[in-house]
């Protein structure tokens, strides 16, 4: 299953390119108007200043039509997702020893598709997350105090995650579209992270007496979002060493 989506938020595709650097991904560069492409890698991002850096084209061909500014695309794959940056243009370029270097403003919004089982990370059995629910009181209610529980968090994405709670707990937490929040603990972070989710799919296991509810999360801020993307890349990482070791 694909989900196809437009990220125009800057601070997500800041991160989305340096992920691309810090995982060393190779990049698909293709000049549309001349039907020619080469592939290279990004080699610096800074987002203060919105651009990034890759390195020279190998295609003496593709390396004219840069430094022509002629638009090309950017296509590469990051932990199962698809990402497209169109119409890019080298703004600057500065000579380097091991080649030349294209200065590229940070686009305003990238394509990507994400494979969704490709994509989500599943948490259990790699790093314990304690999970802290609180349910959001109704509008007409608001001096009602929020009812709280705590779960477990059994995979994750970057648009949502899934939560184990027991058969108790989960009858209250996993009425269709409902609003709360989270709060978890993240390894490696200081502060706990409080996102605001709603409820997708509820499912109740007999056998475990335990209620698993999947969530999307809703219009959280920037700082939020890249804090889960993170945490998204680490789980991931960690999923892969531990395949490599039964390889």
Same mark, same amino acid.
């Given at each position: 299953?694909?989900?196809?989506?437009?990220?125009?938020?800057?601070?997500?595709?800041?991160?989305?390119?340096?992920?691309?650097?810090?995982?060393?991904?190779?990049?698909?560069?293709?000049?549309?108007?001349?039907?020619?492409? #080469?592939?290279?890698?990004? &080699? @610096? %991002?800074? /987002?203060?200043?919105?651009?990034?850096?890759?390195?020279?084209?190998?295609?003496? =061909?593709?390396?004219?039509?840069?430094?022509?500014?002629?638009?090309?695309?950017?296509? #590469?794959?990051?932990?199962? &997702? @698809? %990402?497209? /940056?169109?119409?890019?243009?080298?703004?600057?370029?500065?000579?380097?020893?091991? =080649?030349?270097?294209?200065?590229?403003?940070?686009?305003?919004?990238?394509?990507?598709?994400?494979?969704?089982?490709?994509?989500?990370?599943?948490?259990?059995?790699?790093?314990?997350?304690?999970?802290?629910?609180?349910?959001?009181?109704?509008?007409?209610?608001?001096?009602?105090?929020?009812?709280?529980?705590?779960?477990?968090?059994?995979?994750?994405?970057?648009?949502?995650?899934?939560?184990?709670?027991?058969?108790?707990?989960?009858?209250?937490?996993?009425?269709?579209?409902?609003?709360?929040?989270?709060?978890?603990?993240?390894?490696?972070?200081?502060?706990?992270?409080?996102?605001?989710?709603?409820?997708?799919?509820?499912?109740?296991?007999?056998?475990?007496?335990?209620?698993?509810?999947?969530?999307?999360?809703?219009?959280?801020?920037?700082?939020?979002?890249?804090?889960?993307?993170?945490?998204?890349?680490?789980?991931?990482?960690?999923?892969?060493?531990?395949?490599?070791?039964?390889?």
């Amino acid at each position: 299953m694909e989900k196809d989506f437009i990220i125009s938020n800057q601070a997500r595709i800041s991160w989305i390119m340096q992920s691309l650097r810090d995982d060393h991904q190779l990049i698909d560069v293709d000049f549309p108007d001349r039907k020619i492409g #080469a592939r290279s890698i990004i &080699v @610096d %991002v800074n /987002a203060d200043e919105g651009y990034f850096s890759i390195d020279e084209f190998p295609s003496a =061909g593709c390396h004219k039509q840069a430094l022509a500014g002629e638009a090309f695309d950017l296509r #590469a794959s990051l932990n199962g &997702v @698809d %990402v497209t /940056a169109k119409a890019l243009v080298v703004e600057n370029v500065i000579d380097d020893p091991h =080649g030349a270097l294209y200065q590229i403003q940070i686009p305003g919004s990238v394509h990507y598709v994400q494979r969704r089982e490709t994509f989500r990370a599943r948490v259990t059995g790699l790093i314990e997350v304690p999970v802290e629910i609180a349910l959001v009181p109704p509008g007409d209610a608001p001096d009602q105090e929020p009812v709280t529980t705590e779960a477990q968090l059994a995979d994750i994405s970057a648009d949502g995650c899934r939560l184990s709670l027991s058969g108790e707990e989960g009858s209250v937490f996993g009425a269709l579209d409902q609003r709360w929040t989270l709060r978890m603990q993240f390894p490696d972070t200081e502060e706990p992270l409080n996102v605001r989710v709603i409820t997708r799919h509820s499912r109740f296991l007999e056998r475990s007496k335990l209620w698993y509810v999947g969530c999307q999360f809703d219009n959280n801020d920037a700082r939020s979002q890249q804090l889960i993307d993170r945490f998204v890349t680490q789980v991931q990482r960690l999923e892969r060493q531990r395949e490599a070791m039964f390889d």
